[in-house]
């Protein structure tokens, strides 16, 4: 499989937010097979990377619903996954972690967990940015259990991406990808879905 580079990643808020919002990447629909064939289109893209980008990574795409009861147990109904699946061997359990806190960002937010992550890092000052996290938790007044330096249930960091259909407002569903350098775990979802719609909503060969 040919080695091919991933296209160069923004980190402008305002440059990010028009293209999440551009027809680009807006779908005409969005079903359970549409999840099917972008998974797959995603998982044979990251896998056509240059060594120095190609990871082990987790693909997840899950559909947005309205909130469900609790179990008996007390723990919340797990999110409807439509597609996910492990690009090669060497995935780990965090990966899902990972996925999950991405997702919540989306769902939360309606948009990309990288595009939040620039956002807050744009009302930063340089000496504040490594502390991208801490700011995130107090600013939005999330649960942390590490003493207020990450986030228990959110992650700003890039892999979590809105899908979004034309007519519709609002997020419908979230697609995550977990494993690669964070920058690449979400332009790589830009990158397939741009190709995904451009060709009509069909994976390439």
């Given amino acids: 499989m040919e080695d091919k580079p991933l296209t160069p990643v923004s980190t402008d808020p305002i440059e990010l937010t028009a293209l999440e919002t551009s027809p680009s990447l807006i779908f005409t629909s969005f079903t359970a097979t549409t999840a099917f064939q972008l998974g797959l289109a995603l998982r044979n893209r990251i896998l056509s990377l240059p060594p120095s980008s190609r990871k082990p990574a987790l693909i997840s795409i899950t559909l947005t ?9 007390s723990q919340p109904v797990p ?5 996910q699946c492990a690009t090669e061997p060497g995935t780990i359990p965090d990966n899902e972690v990972w996925v999950r806190r991405k997702r919540n960002t989306v769902l939360r937010w309606g948009v990309s967990s990288w595009l939040m992550r620039n956002k807050l890092l744009s009302s930063l000052s340089d000496l504040k940015k490594d502390g991208v996290e801490a700011a995130f938790v107090q600013k939005y007044a999330l649960r942390s259990s590490n003493g207020g330096a990450v986030a228990d249930d959110y992650a700003i960091h890039g892999g979590g991406f809105p899908v979004r259909v034309r007519g519709v407002d609002g997020v419908v569903g979230v697609i995550v990808v977990s494993g690669l350098k ?3 775990d979400h332009q790589v979802i830009v990158d397939v879905v741009r190709e995904f719609i451009l060709q009509g909503g069909e994976a390439s060969a």
């Fill in 182 to 184: 964070q920058e690449d």
């Fill in 79 to 83: 999110p409807h996954v439509v597609f």
């Fill in 65 to 73: 619903t309205a909130p469900l009861p609790f179990t008996t147990d």
